[in-house]
């Protein structure tokens, strides 16, 4: 099983900021299948970025992912007041061995 | 547009059994492979099973595998989770969704229902 590990825990930032987010695999994630997802108090989860790097469908420019290796990474350029929220990475692909990362919390400083 | 509908959660006794139901609409059903992914209270997010979209080839977590039966109907655009033996440590919410392409399953899961909430207490 690949193990996913995000960090920090938690990220304090303001509005304005420029959000940078860590996922490190325990071991190589075939075809970049690491996906990003947000999830808001109360709210189902949101994909946000699929194959590392693909931003889905609706989703603002300023989020944008990248891979070296086994580290993945999510920015989000410029923060809004509604992108605080928990950052979820997850490996999936053609085995169903799907994890997602412990998660993100994205706090308001 | 794509809309997934959970429903069946609710309060049960440890040992006690309980089925989920997903309706789904604004799509082809029968393409799409369809998963359950859960969330304890405060935690993160679990995958817990899935489904292929003929219906054929399922999936389950560790955690569930044995206990837990996951079986759709495609004439009825429904996804079911059929959960036995139920542990304090399977409440949470828990979500349907379906993959982002057409096809046995990539486990990409782009579209999320608003979940249904199981709790198991005495």
């Known amino acids: 099983e690949i193990v996913l590990t995000q960090s920090p825990g938690t990220l304090s930032l303001s509005p304005g900021d420029r959000a940078t987010l860590s996922c490190r695999a325990s071991q190589s994630v075939s075809s970049s299948y690491l996906a990003w997802f947000q999830q808001k108090s109360g709210q189902a989860p949101r994909l946000l970025i699929f194959?590392?790097?693909s931003r889905a469908t609706g989703i603002a420019d300023r989020f944008s992912g990248s891979a070296s290796g086994t580290d993945f990474t999510l920015t989000i350029s410029r923060l809004e007041p509604e992108d605080f929220a928990v950052y979820y990475c997850q490996q999936y692909g053609m085995s169903p061995e799907v994890t997602f990362g412990q998660g993100t919390r994205l706090d308001i400083k | 547009e794509v809309q997934l509908l959970e429903s069946g959660g609710g309060l049960v006794q440890p040992g006690g059994s309980l089925r989920l139901t997903c309706a789904a609409s604004g799509f082809t059903f029968s393409r799409f492979a369809t998963t359950w992914v859960r969330q304890a209270p405060g935690k993160g997010l679990e995958w817990v099973s899935g489904?292929?979209?003929?219906?054929?080839?399922?999936y389950y977590a560790d955690s569930v595998k044995g206990r837990f039966t996951i079986s759709r109907d495609n004439s009825k655009n429904t996804l079911y989770l059929q959960m036995n033996s139920l542990r304090a440590e399977d409440t949470a919410v828990y979500y349907c969704?379906?993959?982002?392409?057409?096809?046995?399953?990539?486990?990409?899961?782009?579209?999320w229902g608003r979940g249904t909430l199981v709790t198991v207490s005495s």
């Open positions: 194959g590392a790097s």
């Open positions: 489904i292929g979209g003929s219906g054929t080839d399922t």
């Open positions: 969704a379906k993959d982002q392409i057409s096809g046995d399953g990539i486990w990409l899961m782009s579209h």
